[in-house]
């Protein structure tokens, strides 16, 4: 508790064991079909992983320098697609989500996620969550301020013969 407001935080770090990131990101450089997993669909389609739970590939493409779709595909076919608005932030392309506060568990409130997309030296991409929000949680008259953050790494998905 501090001042009268529960107060969560949980920020993971990057783990020690995966390659560096690359200095600077781009869109060029995270252009590409990525292994579906459910970490990365969660990720890339948070409002929307159940329409996307059975791909088998995330596609990531470039339509103008500060916008990226992001294609759900299960086995060629396109199952769901994501348009989003990106900035660069200090080496990495960044976009934001306002969600609904029932999402997060609130009943009143705010929540947001931050999105960072980055790639390594080993050609992944890496995804930086951070999920921020404030309010009432449901059934709850203490009010909550949290801040979490969460480390997604993908491998480029193999080309067909």
Sequence with gaps: MKDGVYVEERRAKMPADWPALEPQSTPAKVIGAYKATFDLGNALFSED???????????IESTTPDSLVILARRQGEELFRRNMTIRDDNGALEFDEVVPPDHMGLSTGTAKITVYLRTNVAGDLVIQRELQGEGQRLNSAIPVRFSYGFWTRAQRAQSSP
């Design 49 to 59: 992983r159940k329409k996307v739970f059975r791909a088998t590939t995330f596609e």
